[in-house]
């Protein structure tokens, strides 16, 4: 897992996030910081569907193998998403200091 100062430093350089980072420094730290909070939410929604996903979808049990496994690996793939955004924000604000 990257640390916060290596997803900003990633994205600054042109990389993965790059477009979000300059989002980011056209927001005020209001929006900053409520974006910060909603995509902590948005992972934690998110960990839950992985630990539970019958309580997300209601024919779980009779879905596709190759269904279930893919919804998933998208849940767990949003969740690094978000996970990434979330420490370019720590690494925005950091680097703000």
Known sequence: MK?????YTEALSGGRHA??????ADMGQNQI????????KQITDHAQKVASPAAVVQDWAVRSPQYR?????????????????????????????
């Open 33 to 40: 910081d409520r974006a910060e909070k909603s995509l902590e």
């Open 69 to 97: 496994d893919g919804l998933l690996a998208k849940w767990r793939s949003e969740i690094d998403n978000f996970s990434a955004q979330v420490n370019i924000i720590k690494g925005f604000k950091n680097a703000k200091q």
């Open 3 to 7: 640390t916060p100062a290596t997803e």
């Open 19 to 24: 477009g979000f980072l300059k989002k980011l």
